[in-house]
């Protein structure tokens, strides 16, 4: 098959009298294409087109604003904002104002909001005014944000930190004195434990100019592709696709969300997508559509999977509905992006596998001991390579349980949590997770904090989350609660009150009220059973 | 006209609705913009109007323009019903 192969860009269109160098931090990947391309489309959202020299030119408006507003070399900046011209803006101008770009997702509520600024001791927040009702609150509680840039308006808010973001762009932008390195961080990405306490993961430009060149490399990118994102920002599969693109000078189209499949059809003709990167559930509702083979979607000549396992007939229905359309099964985690892919061929071969792992990266698996297996066995993945974080912020106990010493003096390598087997020819094949973490809709759900927010309802006196199989979710979320003597809810007045507090991916679809819950002989919940 | 509106809003509020926060909404606003529907709400949603007005919601008519506000709603089910 005949493919557009990738130039190899990876030289920074450099000002003049300076050395041309790789290039080594994240945004000037951005800076480089804007260079070579200042007239393409980056970026087609809302009905608008961006081209690469406007968003350059926005970045570095933002960037300068950011610094004006106290933002220093490392601080955070926390990003607060659906799917947008706003938030892709925002992520690049973090980064040029030396600071290390945050992405909450928009569905957070409040109390976790008002955890995640203070975890983080964000410096600045950017987010939009339909947002208020969640962020107006959690900023009150904060006294470590210097500055707020809402979108959406030009109003004024009552926190004197708040600034219009039209504003912020609407400056001239002195250049900045960039005195970044690739050990500096260029993200914090929260993920969520089996403590109930999110984590955040600190990512380098290092780990991130890695990832974005060993996947893009696999995959095959080039600079004609045009990639159709309806994955949060927020999630390090969604944000990447706006990374690469960038990278390879292609352009994203990015979409808000997959409530109306149609319409993410549309775009898909209308803009001539060749790209689609998806989880299950987006497959399952898209394929659902019965005038599917009315939408024009013959460019499409790629189409990736990962967040969760596609389900064998998923890939032979996908593979039948596009047949001019590679189709990559992928895995891997936020604390190192990516770590397996399977080459397409392979899915005559072994479609549940997930390949042997990507460039630049070293794989094996560990017995309990942490002993290297050989081919054909069961064990924990363990993942070596640039890619893999710096640590989970300010939690060195819990860095210290996935970031163990490797097989190289000095060296650290990621312990995924993950069990896999590998067949003899060292082919992954996921089996478990070690830890409870359920996967609904190809997000993580810590059943603790489902069950946290369970607890804060008056009237639990035990809860215990579980997840059940669903054919469109994956897993889906189940409750099974203890009422306190003298209360009665509704299963809805529950799922309600979770939805209040938790991401709505979170909030259980079923609750089943019990008399008691199985116990361990110490007295702890027994979840083994429970479904 | 004040039944579709009224028994919409019924449902919604009692299905979406969560206390303090979202607890009004005008009929022009956006569900998803005020985060008061998710792509499962909305499947949710489409379940309601066909069990409870008798239409039959074809893929094409699964757009926000019909389905992401009161107004729009209530549009489309006139629509629906009058066809």
């Known amino acids: 098959m005949n493919e557009p192969r990738a130039p190899a860009v990876w030289v920074s269109a450099a000002p003049p009298g300076e050395q041309v160098c790789t290039l080594t931090l994240l945004h000037h990947?951005?800076?480089?294409?804007?260079?070579?391309?200042?007239?393409?489309?980056?970026?087609?959202?809302?009905?608008?087109?961006?081209?690469?020299?406007?968003?350059?030119?926005?970045?570095?408006?933002?960037?300068?604003?950011l610094c004006r507003g106290g933002v220093r070399r490392g601080d955070r900046v926390a990003i607060f904002l659906e799917n947008g011209v706003e938030a892709v803006v925002s992520i690049y101008a973090a980064m040029r104002a030396g600071a290390v770009f945050m992405p909450i997702n928009p569905l957070t509520k409040g109390e976790k909001l008002a955890y995640l600024l203070n975890d983080s001791r964000a410096a600045a927040l950017v987010t939009h005014s339909l947002l208020r009702e969640v962020w107006e609150p959690a900023l009150a509680l904060n006294r470590r944000v210097q500055t707020c840039l809402v979108a959406g308006t030009d109003a004024a808010f009552p926190d004197a930190r708040c600034t219009p973001?039209?504003?912020?762009?609407?400056?001239?932008?002195?250049?900045?004195?960039?005195?970044?390195?690739?050990q500096d961080l260029a993200a914090l990405i929260y993920t969520s434990g089996s403590t109930g306490e999110p984590k955040g993961v600190m990512l380098t430009h290092l780990n991130m100019v890695s990832a974005v060149r060993s996947v893009s490399t696999y995959l095959g990118l080039a600079e004609s592709d045009v990639i159709l994102c309806g994955l949060p920002l927020a999630f390090d599969y969604g944000l990447y696709q706006v990374l690469m693109a960038f990278a390879m000078g292609g352009t994203i189209v990015l979409e808000r969300s997959f409530s109306f499949p149609v319409k993410i059809l549309e775009a898909m003709a209308r803009e001539r997508v060749t790209v689609f990167p998806g989880v299950p559930t987006m497959f399952s509702l898209l394929m659902d559509i019965r005038?599917?083979?009315?939408?024009?979607?013959?460019?499409?000549?790629?189409?990736?999977?990962?967040?969760?396992?596609?389900?064998?007939?998923?890939?032979?229905?996908?593979?039948?509905?596009?047949?001019?359309?590679?189709?990559?099964?992928?895995?891997?985690?936020?604390?190192?992006?990516r770590v397996s892919y399977l080459p397409p061929e392979q899915l005559d071969i072994r479609p549940t596998s997930v390949g042997r792992g990507m460039p630049n990266e070293e794989?094996?698996?560990?017995?309990?001991?942490?002993?290297?297996?050989?081919?054909?066995?069961?064990?924990?993945?363990?993942?070596?390579?640039?890619?893999?974080?710096?640590?989970?912020?300010?939690?060195?106990?819990?860095?210290?349980?996935?970031?163990?010493?490797?097989?190289?003096?000095?060296?650290?390598?990621l312990y995924s949590g993950d069990l896999f087997r590998t067949d003899e020819e060292g082919f992954l094949y996921f089996v478990a997770r070690k830890d409870d973490i359920i996967k609904s809709r190809g997000e993580k759900v810590s059943p603790r904090e489902v069950e946290n927010a369970l607890y804060s309802l008056g009237g639990v006196r035990e809860a215990a989350v579980v997840g059940v199989p669903d054919p469109v979710l994956g897993d889906a979320i189940k409750a099974f609660v203890v009422l306190r003597a003298g209360y009665h809810y509704s299963e809805r007045e529950v799922i309600k009150h979770c939805l209040a507090r938790l991401e709505n991916f979170m909030a259980p679809k079923y609750v089943a009220f019990v008399d008691a819950l199985p116990k361990t002989d110490t007295g702890k919940i027994k979840k083994t059973g429970l479904g | 006209m004040q039944d579709i509106k009224g028994k919409l809003r019924a449902f919604i509020i009692d299905n979406f609705i969560l206390s303090g926060q979202f607890a009004e909404f005008q009929d022009g606003e956006s569900f998803m913009d005020r985060h008061i529907l998710d792509s499962t709400g909305f499947l949710e949603l489409i379940?309601?109007?066909?069990?409870?007005?008798?239409?039959?919601?074809?893929?094409?008519?699964?757009?926000?323009?019909?389905?992401?506000?009161?107004?729009?709603?209530?549009?489309?089910?006139?629509?629906?019903?009058?066809a």
């Open chain 1, 29 to 65: 990947f951005l800076d480089a294409t804007a260079e070579r391309l200042p007239d393409k489309v980056a970026l087609v959202c809302a009905g608008k087109r961006y081209r690469y020299a406007e968003l350059k030119r926005s970045v570095d408006a933002l960037a300068a604003t």
């Open chain 1, 165 to 182: 973001y039209c504003a912020a762009l609407d400056t001239s932008a002195e250049s900045l004195e960039e005195q970044l390195i690739d």
């Open chain 1, 291 to 337: 005038t599917l083979s009315n939408y024009d979607l013959g460019s499409l000549r790629m189409i990736t999977n990962t967040a969760a396992a596609l389900p064998e007939q998923h890939i032979h229905d996908l593979r039948v509905l596009f047949p001019q359309a590679r189709l990559f099964s992928m895995y891997g985690l936020t604390e190192c992006k």
């Open chain 1, 363 to 413: 794989l094996w698996l560990v017995d309990e001991a942490g002993n290297r297996l050989p081919n054909g066995s069961t064990g924990e993945l363990v993942i070596r390579g640039s890619h893999v974080m710096r640590g989970y912020w300010e939690k060195p106990e819990e860095t210290a349980a996935r970031l163990r010493p490797g097989p190289f003096s000095g060296e650290k390598v």
């Open chain 2, 47 to 82: 379940t309601f109007l066909e069990e409870h007005f008798g239409i039959e919601v074809a893929d094409e008519e699964m757009v926000p323009e019909n389905l992401d506000s009161m107004n729009g709603l209530e549009a489309y089910v006139l629509r629906k019903r009058a």
